[in-house]
């Protein structure tokens, strides 16, 4: 897919940055120095998905997350997209701060992202982490439909449930608090259009092409994508290392954030890249 890039940046609000790539306003923040970390959100979160997972992963990683089209405070228009559309926005999204390349971490939803971002835009992927994803929305449970009726109060703690144990929910308060926070509701027709993207998601075929060095980390116990998807995933991408972490659902970078920053930490140091700045972004 060819996009025509537009690299200005517009003026900070309200403790986020803004920056024009393509034909959408995206939302972003960043903390941190050195190694550029993206940090895709899943389905029913924005960036703020990442506020308590990004300073764990300390020095020498600059870690950005944004806000995906039909999310948060990034602005796009009414048309529909797919997934690999959705991949070009965060090529354009690299480009348009001045990297080259930079490592990657998709979490659900934003694995999906990743996994396109990899396969069609390879030469911007300096590594790759994929947490609780999945190379299909047909490899899922089913629950997508139910969540979009659902009214927010019911569809919150039903996210909530598959997103954390029933330990976590019960003996950590600021873990619920931190994972409510994160999540982000959304107009019907801006949900709609979401769904319908994730829907079509499917790359199995194409997995054996990522040629990025890739983690994939995964619950032991994810209501959403059961674990032996994890382990085809990691199968058929060549030389992807598969970490199963235990008593943990699908909020793997919410309940077990500690762990999986230490994980995500290690992989992108192990695999930097230096300067990876085109010059031509802030």
């Known amino acids: 897919m060819t996009t025509k890039l537009l690299c200005t940046h517009i003026p900070p609000s309200e403790g986020f940055q803004r920056v024009k790539a393509d034909d959408i306003d995206i939302a972003y923040v960043e903390s941190g120095q050195g190694e550029p970390l993206v940090l895709l959100h899943g389905g029913e979160s924005h960036r703020g998905k990442f506020d308590a997972f990004r300073p764990l992963l300390g020095a020498g990683i600059r870690a950005i997350s944004f806000d995906q089209r039909d999310t ?27 990297f080259e390349r ?13 996994m396109h971002l990899a396969i069609h835009y390879p030469q911007r992927v300096a590594s790759l982490i994929l947490s609780g994803a999945t190379p299909s929305w047909t490899m899922t449970e089913s629950f997508g439909d139910r969540i979009v009726a659902m009214g927010p109060d019911a569809r919150a703690q039903f996210v909530l449930d598959l997103l954390l144990t029933p330990e976590g929910q019960a003996n950590d308060p600021q873990l619920v608090a931190d994972t409510k926070r994160a999540l982000r509701g959304r107009p019907a027709d801006a949900d709609a259009r979401r769904m319908t993207a994730i ?23 994810d209501p959403i994508v059961r674990a032996q998807v994890a382990e085809l995933m990691a199968s058929e991408i060549p030389g992807a290392r598969l970490v199963i972490l235990p008593r943990t659902r699908h909020g793997i970078t919410f309940e077990a954030r500690e762990q999986a920053a ?12 230096g300067t990876v700045s085109t010059g031509n972004g802030g």
């Open 199 to 221: 829907q079509n998601h499917d790359c199995t075929a194409r997995l054996h092409e990522i040629t990025a060095p890739t983690l994939v980390l995964h619950g032991a116990e």
């Open 72 to 98: 948060g405070d990034t602005l796009n228009g009414p048309d529909p997209y797919d997934i690999v559309r959705q991949a070009a926005d965060c090529a354009d999204f690299l480009a348009a701060l001045g």
């Open 102 to 114: 930079a490592h990657v971490m998709g979490v659900s939803y934003g694995g999906a992202i990743a």
């Open 262 to 273: 230490r994980l995500a930490r290690e992989f992108v140091l192990s695999h930097a890249v």
